[in-house]
């Protein structure tokens, strides 16, 4: 019977930690890269939060220093700030804790192989493994692993192979990543991920300035079914007074925000005209109509009042003026 492979995790954030928990209880199968399955035998953690999550997520599993994790697995998983990542591999590779012949994955979105060169020096075998999740750091996360995208990145046949197999065994989907578009698919996540969170906050904020009482409740319906229809359709699926062109809904929402809401003001303004450059483009909204609205966006970063519009819409524009 193969043993099992030895996992080590530096960094028992979110992350490090619900994918050692998800290897602990990996199915091995065919196409795993452990023939034996794996065990977590230590884990570095520094704060009070990844020591409990430790604990909770690895029972009896070691907090130990970085480098006597690295010292004892056979998978090291690196799951550090992208901004630490370089110095924990030299610090380690200086103090002799990563060997040839060892696996060293980190889950950075931005970084690829270049960061991990002074393991790949000596040996080691190097790939970046990123999960395309936001991650909470509990139990549930687990079955989020199941079906998701991890981004890799490996240089040889066999690290490639042991790399796919491994996100297998995570439950998720491989997805190459050339080294030289890492920082611009991990743009591409955070853009979408994290600039997300900020709107739909924002957007709470606004309704509970309106005196919504379940500002979460009434955005989740139309914040569902409008990610679905963005995923599924794109800009087609846009809809609103930007791609109306209803210049006066935009004048007034710029005016409550601005009195209500001010410190959401920026953002809208900044996906407003976003909203509006892709109107123009793919020809749902004229010009001559968006410029009226751009002149309004112009204000409202300057500081002055939005003009009023009167609803009425030009004659010129009427017979290619779109409900949406």
């Known amino acids: 019977m193969n043993a099992p492979l ?28 452990s023939a034996g399955g794996y065990t977590v035998v230590a884990v570095a953690g520094e704060s009070d939060a990844s020591r409990a999550r430790a604990a909770e997520l690895l029972p009896g599993v070691p907090v130990e220093k970085p480098t006597a994790v690295a010292r004892a697995c056979d998978l090291l998983l690196l799951t550090v700030p992208d901004d630490m ?15 040839p012949g060892q696996y060293v994955a980190h889950t950075s979105g931005r970084h690829g192989l270049a960061i991990l060169e002074p393991a790949a020096a000596i040996g080691a075998h190097v790939m970046a493994v990123h999960p395309a999740m936001t991650f909470s750091g509990t139990a549930r996360d687990l079955t989020r692993l ?29 997805m190459w990543v050339p080294e030289e578009m890492r920082t611009l698919y991990h743009a591409g996540l955070a853009h979408g991920a994290n600039h997300l969170v900020t709107l739909v906050t924002e957007a709470m904020e606004i309704l509970s300035a309106a005196g919504a009482n379940d500002p979460a409740g009434t955005l989740r319906p139309l914040l569902t079914a409008a ?15 930007i791609v109306r062109g209803d210049a006066g809904t935009v004048a ?12 959401t003001l920026a953002s809208y303004v900044a996906m407003a005209r976003a909203t509006l450059d892709r109107a123009v483009s793919d020809g749902r909204l004229l010009p001559i109509r968006a410029r009226k609205i751009s002149h309004l966006l112009d204000d409202a970063v300057a500081g002055a009042a939005p003009a009023q519009s009167d609803g009425a819409v030009d004659t010129v524009e009427t017979s290619t003026w779109n409900q949406a």
Do not use: C, K, W, Y
């Not at 990542?85 to 002799?96: E, F, H, P």
């Not at 007034?252 to 410190?263: G, K």
């Open 6 to 33: 030895r996992v080590g995790v530096v960094g028992a954030g979110r992350v490090g930690a619900v994918l050692a928990a998800a290897l602990q209880t990996a199915p091995v199968t065919s196409g795993s890269a």
């Open 85 to 99: 990542l370089g110095n924990v591999v030299r610090t380690m590779v200086d103090a002799g804790a990563i060997r």
């Open 146 to 174: 199941s079906g998701g995208v991890f981004g890799l990145t490996a240089a040889t046949p066999a690290d490639r192979a042991f790399a796919e197999a491994l996100v297998h065994d995570f439950g998720g989907r491989p």
């Open 227 to 241: 990610l679905d229809n963005a995923l599924d359709h794109g800009d087609a699926a846009l809809t609103g007074p």
């Open 252 to 263: 007034a929402h710029l005016d409550d925000i601005r009195t209500n809401a001010p410190q």
